[in-house]
Nanobody
Framework: QVQLVESGGGLVQPGGSLRLSCAAS????????MGWYRQAPGKQRDLVAA???????NYADSVKGRFTISSDNAKNTVYLQMNSLKPEDTGVYYC????????????WGQGTQVTVSS
């Protein structure tokens, strides 16, 4: 099994930057993708960015050009660098680990709050 712990959230002004980290522990060989999801107030939880074991990345249109997802396999850690933050980026960010082949393999972190406000 896999445990995910997010960190790096906080309060930042518009135009500022934050870097989120997701540290994974445990073992689940079938996992081949990790990502970040965001749940804004009153909205569903949506994918922000994802990265596969091959290094392929995917971003929500709203964050393209501003956010960058990366991974450090040696440290079992995934990062989300967030630049040029906007108030609409506010929400709880959740780390996810799963499999593109096995839909039953899916793990979530506890979430970290990101608030973008003047």
């Amino acid at each position: 099994q896999v445990q995910l712990v997010e960190s790096g959230g906080g309060l930042v002004q518009p135009g500022g930057s934050l870097r989120l980290s997701c540290a994974a522990s445990g073992s689940r060989p079938s996992i081949n993708t990790m990502g970040w999801y965001r749940q804004a107030p009153g909205k569903q939880r949506d994918l922000v960015a994802a990265i596969t074991s091959r290094g392929n990345t995917n971003y929500a249109d709203s964050v393209k050009g501003r956010f960058t997802i990366s991974s450090d396999n040696a440290k079992n850690t995934v990062y989300l660098q967030m630049n040029s933050l906007k108030p609409e980026d506010t929400g709880v960010y959740y780390c996810n680990a799963g499999s593109t082949y096995l839909r039953g393999v899916n793990f979530w972190g506890q979430g970290t709050q990101v608030t973008v406000s003047s």
